[in-house]
C-alpha cells in the first residue's frame, strides 16, 4: 500500500523502561542496530500496526505498555535503489512514518524476539535515550534523529534528585546518632543528567542465535 508519492505507511516505536533507556535491537545477522518498526496494513490505523509490530518484533502485548506520545505528522526517508525490489523500482519510494513513545510496564523477561517465525532482531539491549545513530543504517539516520527530537519532551521525569535527598537525610540522622557522627554532611545537587543508578552502558546485549535470512532493511 502506498501512498501517491511512493511512500509506504509505517510506524516506528521508541520503547522506554524505567530509566528512561531505549530498546535498541540488531537486526538479524547484521551489525546494524534499530527501533522496532513496520508497515501499516490496509484498513489499519497507525495504533492498531504499532501494536501488532510491537508483538510481531519484541512480544509485548498492550498491556505490558503505556502509550507516553506520538508525532504529530508523518516523517519520511526514501530508501536506496540497491535495497528496492526490481520490481517495485520507479514506483516504491521509501516509508512515511508515525513514531510511538511507549513506557513498558511489564518486566524485561516479558520481551520475546522470537514471537513469529520472521524475527527481525537476533540481539536486544537497554541504551541510553539519545542512540549512536552511526549503527543506523544511514538512510534512516535523519528520521530517527528528528522522531527522537520530538517526542524527548516527553520523556517521563525521572525524581533521581529527591531519591538521593531521602538517602542523604537517613545518612544523616545516622551520623547524628553515632558518637564519631560530630557536625552534620551538607546536602550537595547532583549535576544535570547525573544518576546514582547503575551504568546503563553496563548492560549486554542479549544474544539469541540467529536462524532465519537476512531481512532487506525497511
Known sequence: MLDRDGFRPNVGIILLNQRNQVFWGKRIRTHSWQFPQGGIDRGESPEQAMFR????????HPEHVRIVARTRDWLRYEVPDR???????????GQ???WYLLQLVGHDWDLNLRATDHPEFDAWRWHDYWVPLDVVVEFKRGVYEMALTELA????????RNRFLRSNVRTREFDRQSPAGGQDHHLFDLPPGASFDPDPNANTATDLPPSDPLHAPR
Open 96 to 98: 512515511k512514518q508515525i
Open 153 to 160: 519532551r516527553y520523556l517521563p521525569r525521572q525524581d533521581f
Open 83 to 93: 535495497f528496492i525490489r526490481r520490481d517495485a523500482r520507479g514506483h516504491y519510494k
Open 53 to 60: 509490530e510491537l508483538h510481531e518484533e519484541v512480544g509485548l
